[in-house]
């Protein structure tokens, strides 16, 4: 069976990715997975410089989910590059860099820099993490901010182009259009829900930042149905993720019409999910007699809209 | 080498109505284990709860040859995962991940090895003890529970030649009050010329007491934090800790630098009472 999909430019020998925010750099998890057999890892999401994020705690865990608000931690683009990318490369990583910015200039620089690196393989916009209160979800929000940014950023860099939307609006869709109208290469969603957990004996949030994003199964029904509404808004190619477990949850989402989908949470209590991921998906391609799974990308839409 | 292990649970040993003892076959984890290192343990199948729960490993089991095959948990049950672990049963499987973290680097003679205890803390002391009866370090262990039904295993680290101080804080076992008040004067009492290592495990309010004994004292005090932690692999950035650097302070991923650390090294007010 052919696993191999295309995110614009990028060819990926399989569709699953690694999600950001849930993976590290990759190279915690080099250990116990080869990352080659990845069809790409997303990094977590990187500034110009270094942040410290929110203090702890920094997750809880709720039914069938979590909610985290870590804030960002992360050691900048310029030790990125310099301490992580060689070594990814080295393993035969295909990397997607996650980018986070306060300003559009600052979205515009990172890319800047991981252009000019070379050895990435897309740049996914972080225009989406509900955690933190300059940047991002700013743009996220708003039509215009969110063209803004893809537009900007678009000028600056020919790498595959990736806005993860956030599911915190009213209409997905129209940031999925927003999107593909500022020269976006794909779509990335969902980002986690924004959420909030009480304990009720000390009666106070659970969280240090009051806030955070939800993720995990819980998500998961709500994730397919804004797919599936972007994928009848937008030609792009979708990347589907929120609460994917199994190979199972990954079929769904491509039937919604992503091409691609990124597990996360599921990563953190299964390091190893990712060979039954993939063995997964082809017996399910075996079964029903498809030779590639591209064929299988918005199915659900009906076979006029899946073919045309 | 990292192992993940759908491991039989061999014996679950009821303590009390919220303390267990869980025995693992899980050799391989075992056999790799260093003193203080963890395992992330899932104790069911399904997404309630969804994330595994980091433990010590209490004990390496090991047959009459001495060959690692099996390690056990302390646990206390506190929410849904450490319920599940209360109630396990034996033959149920239980998904191990590990050995994970950094672990405890036993001290060797002439210097004293003082373990300090607090509670469910005591978990991480066993493979310590084990690790310094090798090397024939003196021992002591300073174990605190609130009353003296929860003061499990002190017989056990007796029998291995540790010299054992109890406190309760309800006076029914050993000297009335906290653990760091003996702890405090046998630092005091201590001669300067006689070096001694002090390992710490327990609620965050007693591990700050003892690193500021042992800035005060002058004696090197390593501890092993049990924060909230997600994937024990680095991935989720939840376990962070605030630690001194030579320039400013900034968080570090405890299932990575840690769980154990040099006390000197942690700004202790920056770390919540619930861990």
């Known amino acids: ?308 | 080498m990292l192992i993940d292990v759908a491991a039989e649970v061999i014996a679950n040993t009821r303590l009390s109505s919220h303390y267990n003892v869980v025995a693992l076959a899980a050799p391989e984890i075992a056999a790799r284990t260093s003193p203080g290192q963890f395992v992330m343990v899932k104790p069911a199948h399904g997404f309630d709860p969804m994330l595994r729960r980091p433990f010590s490993v209490f004990e390496v089991l090991r047959d009459a040859g001495g060959r690692a095959t099996g390690l056990s948990l302390l646990n206390k049950r506190v929410g849904v995962g450490t319920s599940l672990l209360y109630d396990i049963r034996s033959g149920d499987r239980v998904g191990c991940l590990g050995p994970l973290g950094r672990p405890f680097v036993p001290v060797d003679p002439p210097a004293d090895a003082w373990m300090v205890a607090g509670g469910v803390g005591l978990a991480p002391f066993a493979t310590l003890t084990d690790a310094l009866v090798a090397r024939r370090t003196p021992m002591t262990l300073f174990y605190g529970a609130r009353s003296a039904a929860d003061l499990y295993y002190a017989d056990r680290f007796e029998g291995l030649g540790a010299r054992v101080v109890l406190t309760t804080e309800d006076g029914t076992r050993g000297e009335p009050g906290r653990i760091t008040a003996p702890l405090e004067r046998a630092l005091a009492a201590q001669p300067a010329d006689r070096p001694v290592t002090v390992y710490a495990c327990g609620p965050t309010p007693m591990m700050r007491g003892v690193a500021a004994m042992g800035r005060r004292f002058n004696r090197p005090v390593f501890v092993s934090l049990e924060p909230v932690m997600g994937c024990g692999m680095g991935g989720c950035y939840s376990c962070v800790v605030r630690v001194r650097r030579a320039e400013g302070s900034h968080f570090v991923r405890s299932c990575l630098d840690g769980p154990v650390f040099d006390a000197s090294a942690i700004v202790w007010d920056a770390l919540p009472d619930g861990h």
Request: negative net charge; charged residues 15%; contains cysteine.
């Open chain 1, 1 to 308: 069976m052919d696993l191999s999909v295309h995110i614009g430019s990028l060819r990926l020998k399989n569709p699953f990715i690694a999600a950001s925010g849930c993976f590290g750099y990759g190279l915690e998890y080099a250990g116990a997975v080869d990352l080659a057999l990845l069809g790409g890892v997303a990094v977590k999401g990187l500034f110009l410089a270094e942040r410290e994020g929110h203090a702890p705690p920094r997750i809880v865990e709720t039914p069938a989910g979590m909610l985290n608000a870590i804030g960002l931690q992360g050691i900048g683009v310029h030790r990125f590059v310099n301490e992580k990318l060689p070594e990814l490369q080295r393993l035969g990583a295909t990397v997607i860099v996650n980018v986070c910015g306060s300003t559009i200039d600052e979205y515009c620089e990172v890319s800047r820099v991981l252009s000019d690196a070379g050895g990435v393989g897309a740049i996914e916009l972080n225009i989406s993490c509900p955690n933190i209160k300059e940047g991002g979800i700013q743009f996220g929000c708003s039509l215009t901010g969110t063209f803004d940014v893809v537009n900007a950023v678009r000028k600056v860099t020919r790498l595959p182009l990736i806005p993860k939307l956030t599911p915190n609006v009213t209409d997905v869709a129209s940031f999925a259009r927003a999107s593909a109208e500022a020269g976006a290469d794909a779509i990335s969603l969902v980002n986690t829900f924004l959420a909030m957990a009480i304990d009720i004996e000390t009666q106070r949030p659970k969280l240090s930042n009051v806030l955070g994003g939800l993720s995990g199964p819980a998500i998961r029904p709500i994730a397919v149905r804004m797919v599936y509404e972007c994928r009848q808004a937008v030609s792009l190619p979708i990347l589907g993720m929120g609460g994917i477990a199994s190979a199972e949850d990954a079929i769904e989402f491509m039937l919604a019409g992503a091409t691609a989908v990124q597990v996360g949470t599921a990563n953190f209590a299964d390091p190893f999910i990712w060979t039954s991921l993939i063995s997964g998906l082809d017996t399910y391609l075996e079964r029903h007699k498809i030779a590639r799974v591209s064929d299988l990308v918005g199915l659900a839409h009906g076979p006029a809209k899946a073919h045309a």
